[in-house]
């Protein structure tokens, strides 16, 4: 079983954090109101379940042809979630004056395979906190769609309240930033095996 802290960790960090889903969810609720911005939300939930799904598969497949893959994902996780907890150290705000369509199912659908954050965040999260522990199709669909919700959820976070969420990581960036650095960085320690070496955590 993962590391189930420092899964829903870095699941929240990722989600709720500004990215291309929160941001275009707080443009359009601001444009057309949080009703007409659910089926961009609906679009976007079924979305990253479909890129969740076949980040697992792609992962499975991986760790079948090559054995010593799970190893090259822990590090590659371990430092990608080091190097997203320094940019969150070093950032400086965040704006939401994108200029973006019409709230419609098929742009939260076809967005999020453009979406460089969520692909990076699927890989990772799959490869390190789900196929090296679940590997049947309905433990892998129950949990992606788990997944694709939560992002829903944070998403939708950012439509109802997006002007004071932004308020808020404007007011207490610095605070903010290094909680989220921190977790991040346990994440990462975590899943590269380190916490379990020096005795912090047990398999």
Sequence with gaps: M????????????????????NMVCLVNAT????????????GLAVGVIVIMIGSSYLNLSLSRFI?????IAEVFGGLYMTYLAVRILRSEGVTADADTGSATFA??????????KLILYALTVTAN??????QSFIAIVLICTFLGCVSAMMASCWA????????????????????????????????????????????
């Design 2 to 21: 993962p590391d189930m802290f420092a899964c829903l960790s870095y699941v929240f960090i990722m989600t709720i954090t500004p990215g291309p889903n």
């Design 31 to 42: 444009k057309f109101g949080f009703r007409r911005t659910l089926p961009f939300l609906s």
């Design 67 to 71: 054995p010593s893959f799970r190893p």
């Design 107 to 116: 742009m939260g659908f076809g967005m999020q395979f453009i979406n460089a």
């Design 129 to 134: 906190f789900v196929t090296p522990y679940y």
């Design 160 to 203: 109802l309240f997006g002007t004071a969420i932004q308020h808020f990581f404007g007011k207490y960036r610095k605070i903010v930033n290094t909680g989220m650095a921190l977790l991040l960085l346990y994440a990462a320690l975590s899943i590269s095996g380190l916490l379990t070496r020096i005795g912090l955590l047990t398999k």
